[in-house]
């Protein structure tokens, strides 16, 4: 019985981590859109708001990332850029981020 069991576990995983790898393409297309970062960090922020927002993660810390993500762009675009802690919190957010998916392109 314990086999059966651990065999359902490990594809399980692996479902979860084909689901992960879709959400993190879906993730970097979504940050290849919008204005150039470097030329206009404001406007590409809040172009970044609504698209994560539509995005589905079935991991959890994923989910919790992409919101995360999403919530530090409104707020750097709220400030219109000019909040230090809105800017720390995009690239705390992104750093994460990239530790989830790896070349998702936030912030590259």
Do not use: W
């Not at 879709?22 to 290849?32: F, G, N, P, Y």
């Not at 720390?88 to 992104?94: E, L, S």
Request: glycine share 8%.
């Amino acid at each position: 019985m314990a086999l059966a069991l651990s065999a359902c576990g490990s594809s399980g995983n692996a479902a979860q981590a084909t689901a992960s790898a879709k959400t993190c393409q879906q993730i970097s297309a979504v940050l290849s859109d919008g204005p150039d970062p470097t030329q206009d960090p404001v406007g590409y922020a809040e172009a970044q708001i609504l698209p994560l927002r539509q995005l589905h993660a079935a991991d959890a810390e994923l989910r919790a990332a992409i919101g995360k993500l999403a919530s530090a762009y409104a707020r750097f675009f709220a400030s219109d850029g000019k909040s230090v802690l809105a800017t720390a919190a995009v690239v705390d957010a992104t750093r994460h981020m990239n530790t989830l998916c790896p070349g998702a392109g936030a912030g590259e």
